[in-house]
T-cell receptor
């Protein structure tokens, strides 16, 4: 059973709008990463936060931004939505032992841009 | 860009049979991880194998790693209908981000 909670589970937005997705990390995990998964593809890394600071970013434009809060929960914000932003957005948390135990993923938010 | 490639892209077997899927990657790694994803839901961590390990077991799962060939395999023994899912390999890149392969879609027929 996952300790990472994402909300909402599904979302429909109109092109040009802005969206905020939320993630509650597993207790004790200080690192959160966000991934975008298009249909039929593997997840693509968007960015990672460690102790409230961005700690790595993938090949995504600046309209993808994030925050991590002191309780290690996190937000992904996407501005000026485009049709290609339609995807499953996954949040993953990890602790200092990620090289031994990997990451814990949430169930994802399915975003549809129309 | 994807780091790894899984092979085959899709696999269909009968319940009780074994399923083997392979993963190739491009750069040096310190570990390789396998994840399962049920029908567009979140990923579930299955097993992590370190670069100094050659084989690892977890229940019905057996993972091998060949760093000289930059490849790994995941074997699921005595498969069940509930094993139907997509399986991804992933390796840590810079800043510990995970780089995923393209996945193998496994269908286990009852």
């Amino acid at each position: 059973e996952t300790g990472v909670t994402q909300s909402p589970t599904h979302l429909i937005k109109t092109r040009g709008q802005q969206v905020t997705l939320r993630c509650s990390s597993q207790s004790g995990h200080n690192t959160v990463s966000w991934y975008q998964q298009a249909l039929g593809q593997g997840p693509q890394f968007i960015f990672q936060y460690y102790r409230e600071e961005e700690n790595g970013r993938g090949n995504f434009p600046p309209r993808f931004s994030g925050l991590q809060f002191p309780n290690y929960s996190s937000e992904l914000n996407v501005n000026a939505l485009e049709l290609d932003d339609s995807a499953l957005y996954l949040c993953a948390s990890s602790g200092e032992d990620r090289n031994n135990y990997g990451y814990t993923f949430g169930s994802g938010t399915r975003l549809t841009v129309v | 860009s994807q780091q790894g490639e899984e092979d085959p892209q899709a696999l269909s077997i009968q319940e009780g049979e074994n399923a083997t899927m392979n993963c190739s990657y491009k750069t040096s790694i310190n570990n390789l991880q396998w994840y399962r994803q049920n029908s567009g839901r979140g990923l579930v961590h299955l097993i992590l194998i370190r670069s100094n390990e050659r084989e690892k077991h977890s229940g019905r799962l057996r993972v091998t790693l060949d760093t000289s060939k930059k490849s790994s395999s995941l074997l699921i023994t005595a498969s069940r209908a509930a094993d139907t899912a997509s399986y991804f390999c992933a390796t840590p890149g810079a800043t510990n981000k995970l780089i995923f392969g393209t996945g193998t879609l496994l269908a286990v027929q009852p």
